[in-house]
């Protein structure tokens, strides 16, 4: 259950794509994909849940910074404080 899932995910990077998300098996992995939330942007993001660092971030991060810019992603990361 996604909702569920949407419990333990605490990164500000998730404010960027949308809040409802994919569960996909793509080559007999499982992965979430998160569409980005840039307007006119059909780009996504796929991880892979079968790998160590199934719930890391970073992949995200770096499409959010490059997508909405670095000043963006650092304001996001603010708003933890």
């Not at 719930?55 to 650092?74: D, F, P, R």
Request: include cysteine; hydrophobic fraction near 35%.
């Amino acid at each position: 259950n996604a909702e569920q899932l949407k419990k333990g995910w605490s990164s500000p990077v998730y404010a960027f794509f949308e809040p409802v998300l994919s569960i996909e098996y793509t080559g007999g992995r499982h992965s979430h994909v998160f569409k980005c939330m840039a307007k006119g942007h059909k780009q996504h993001v796929r991880r892979y849940l079968d790998k160590g660092d199934a719930k890391s971030t970073g992949n995200m991060a770096k499409h959010a910074k490059a997508c909405w810019g670095e000043a963006a992603y650092q304001a996001a990361q603010g708003s933890l404080s």
